[in-house]
């Protein structure tokens, strides 16, 4: 099969579960949302990969796929553990995800909000100080793991402001679905309908914008491509 065509067959393969895993997300299928939460990553990396397919894969694409990588081990491991145990082992992996997201990003620091256009970098330090301030008191021991969690979310957010508009999108999701998952664990008031839908569905449109727009940075003929300026404990993820 074409390259082209295989990647759009995957891409709509990745789609289709994805309406599927949030439908159950909806119906309270808790079981079957679990399960179909395991293939979202691979299919995700399966379809980064037929899309560079023939061509040198640069060093924004290997690390990408290395995020999803341990991305997917925050999205199964912690069904093989229970309780706290599972929020940490959950936590752990996507921390890895965000620092691997981190150095893939780093290189297009000068084109992000923290050398242009420095005021977009508010709304971020309020995002972060906001979370924290609520979450805090009720951390507990996990006080330390969250604010490390904390930083380097807002920083992966902040740095992917430095590509293009997709990665920068992405980036302002992933920071909006764990900030979800954070008050749920952490803010005995926060009540919020849908919960597990709404985490699922701002992780799901992170990780294809973020794999979106680091294909716009993929030169054709495998050659770094110059930067480009974007637009200045009760819970684990849901399955």
Do not use: K
Not at 57 to 71: E, K, M, Y
Not at 154 to 173: F, I, K, Y
Request: charged share 15%.
């Amino acid at each position: 099969m074409p390259r082209r065509s295989a990647a759009r067959v995957t891409l709509r393969i990745f789609l289709a579960l994805a309406v599927v895993h949030l439908v159950w997300q909806l119906t309270d299928q808790s079981a079957y949302a679990r399960v179909s939460q395991w293939f979202l990553m691979p299919v995700l990396a399966v379809f980064l990969l037929i899309r560079t397919r023939g061509v040198e894969r640069n060093r924004l694409v290997r690390l990408t796929l290395v995020a999803l990588g341990f991305s997917w081990l925050g999205d199964t491991a912690p069904s093989l553990v229970e309780g706290d145990t599972a929020f940490l082992v959950m936590v752990g992996f996507f921390l890895v995800a965000q620092v691997v997201y981190i150095v893939a990003f780093w290189p297009h620091r000068d084109q992000s909000v923290v050398r242009q256009r420095r005021a977009l970098l508010l709304p971020y330090a309020v995002a972060i100080v906001a979370l924290v301030l609520a979450c805090a008191p009720h951390a507990g021991t996990l006080l330390v793991p969250v604010l490390v969690y904390g930083l380097l979310l807002g920083a992966m957010a902040v740095l992917a402001t430095g590509l293009n508009s997709l990665v920068w999108a992405g980036g302002a999701l992933f920071l909006v679905s764990d900030g979800l998952i954070a008050m749920y664990a952490f803010a005995p008031w926060w009540d919020l309908p849908g919960q597990g839908f709404w985490v699922m569905l701002t992780y799901i449109a992170a990780q294809l914008l973020i794999v979106l727009g680091v294909l716009r940075q993929q030169p054709r003929h495998g050659a770094e491509e110059p930067s480009r300026p974007g637009p200045s404990t009760r819970a684990r993820r849901p399955s």
